[in-house]
């Protein structure tokens, strides 16, 4: 099925025109999924800032909530969860401790380990912005019927495992 032009089409066939030895298909992967990012960052940024959290706030929330039953982890498993150091993710759970989603509880089998615990005002906060998250997601998703939406998600995740080969191949 032949979709609307869009900004990228006229990026690949404007390289196109000007270096046709070189096939500047992977643009209108690579471009397309940078503009979708930027957009949809965009939209989650503005229902976030509805709900007074930061989207780096909604990630850690997000860690604790799936933390399921105790909604507990370590700073060093939400570090690693996330992709930042411990040093910004303690940062982090200081400024939701302040504003009372958080709680940092040391183990009763070791006191050395301390866990960042969702309060129960935590638990409501994600509950309530992760279902407007994933309504907003769906509504981003709309003019894509269910198998598309299927079938895009395996194309990204094919793609995923992809980059991530060649990222360990090269070492980048």
């Known amino acids: 099925m032949q979709r609307e032009a869009d900004e990228v089409d006229a990026v690949v066939e404007s390289w196109a025109a000007v270096r046709p030895d070189v096939d500047p298909a992977s643009i209108g992967v690579f471009g397309r999924i940078a503009r979708l990012d930027l957009m949809r960052r965009a939209a989650v940024r503005r229902l976030h800032d509805r709900h007074g959290i930061t989207t780096a706030a909604f990630d850690l929330l997000s860690q604790l909530r799936r933390a399921a039953p105790t909604h507990r982890r370590t700073t060093g498993e939400l570090a690693e969860a996330t992709l930042l150091t ?3 993710t303690t ?4 400024r939701l401790e302040a504003e009372g ?7 009763a089998d070791d006191r050395r380990v301390v866990y960042a615990e969702l309060t129960p005002a935590g638990l409501a906060r994600i509950d309530a912005v992760y279902e407007e998250h994933i309504a907003l997601e769906d509504q981003l998703l709309a003019g894509l019927p269910a198998g598309e939406r299927a079938q895009l998600a395996d194309l990204l995740r094919a793609l995923g495992h992809s980059v991530a080969a060649v990222r360990r191949h090269t070492g980048g």
């Open 101 to 107: 989603l958080v709680r940092r509880v040391r183990s």
């Open 86 to 88: 411990s040093a910004a």
């Open 91 to 94: 940062l982090r759970i200081d």
